[in-house]
Structures are given as structure tokens and as C-alpha cells.
């Protein structure tokens, strides 16, 4: 069993920074895909990155490509998701999971932390 908590959401003005942080807790963080997707209110949850367990493949969403970075740290059990040049179009409630391949579909993650809200302001 993993359990994921997500930190680090706030309220930053168009073209700030956030870093969120997502702390496992079991044995078996280390083996697993840890992936971040969001969820904008009236709008479907939709992937944003993911991470292999040695942290050297990584997923990007497209429309994250080049701003958003995902990083894990192993002996600490924690995975961060640095956001650079954020956008209104960032704001949702973002969710760390976990799974067991790299993949871009909510369905493959099994393993969900209850999520930390971003609110990007023009």
C-alpha cells in the first residue's frame, strides 16, 4: 500500500513559479511510476508528467513541454513538480499518483493523493 501527500499549491500571478512535493509513504515508492495530473473545475482530469522509478524517462504533457519539470528523490520517498511561467490555464487541483508503467492515462496509476490547489492569476 502507498499513501501520497501532495503540498506546495498556492495562489502565484501569471509567469511565477511553484514547486509541488508529493511524500510517499511504503516500501515500495521506489519501484513505482509517479506521475501529476490536474483537474480544472467542469473539466476532466488530464495528465501533466510522469516519472519511470529510476527518475530517466519522463512524460510530458504538451502543453506543460518546456515549463513544467518532474523530479524524484528516492531516499526521501518524494516526487516534486517544478512549474515555471505558469498561466491562468494552469489553475486546477493538481494530484500526484502512483502506478506501476509510465503512462498518460488515469486509468494505469493506481495510487492518488487528495490533492493540492493552484490558482494562477492574470
Known amino acids: 500500500q502507498v499513501q501520497l501527500v501532495e503540498s506546495g499549491g498556492g495562489l502565484v500571478q501569471a509567469g511565477g513559479s511553484l514547486r509541488l512535493s508529493c511524500a510517499a509513504s511504503?516500501?515500495?515508492?521506489?519501484?513505482?511510476?509517479m506521475g501529476w495530473f490536474r483537474q480544472a473545475p467542469g473539466k476532466e482530469r488530464e495528465f501533466v508528467t510522469a516519472i519511470s522509478w529510476s527518475g530517466v524517462s519522463t512524460l510530458y504533457a504538451d502543453s506543460v513541454k518546456g515549463r513544467f519539470t518532474i523530479s524524484r528523490d528516492n531516499a526521501k520517498n518524494t516526487v516534486y513538480l517544478q512549474m515555471n511561467s505558469l498561466k491562468p490555464e494552469d489553475t486546477a487541483v493538481y494530484y500526484c499518483a502512483g502506478g506501476v508503467e509510465l503512462a498518460t492515462i488515469a486509468v494505469r496509476y493506481v495510487y492518488w493523493g487528495q490533492g493540492t490547489q493552484v490558482t494562477v492569476s492574470s
Open positions: 511504503g516500501r515500495t515508492f521506489s519501484s513505482r511510476v
